[in-house]
């Protein structure tokens, strides 16, 4: 599933600000994987999803991905 989602991202999404009302369900989707994710790492009571939108967010990687962060204490405000 995930390999599917990512290959229909890659052509369609490639930055968040480009999202449209039409990859609404996809991107749920993506969430959905992110809590299964956080659920295998072990840090399901506490984790963080980043997702970076452009050069000034310090995105280098330009298609859609998330970021799902945890094992340790976060902070407020990140970055």
Not at 6 to 33: N, V
Not at 50 to 68: P, S
């Amino acid at each position: 599933m995930l390999h599917k989602l990512s290959k229909y991202l890659w052509y369609r999404c490639s930055f968040m600000s480009k999202a449209e009302a039409r990859h609404s369900e996809i991107l749920g989707q993506l969430l959905y994987i992110a809590k299964i994710v956080a659920e295998k790492e072990g840090i399901l009571d506490g984790f963080r999803v980043v997702i970076n939108n452009g050069a000034g967010a310090c995105q280098f990687v330009y298609h859609l991905h998330l970021h799902v962060l945890g094992g340790r204490q976060m902070k407020w405000p990140p970055g």
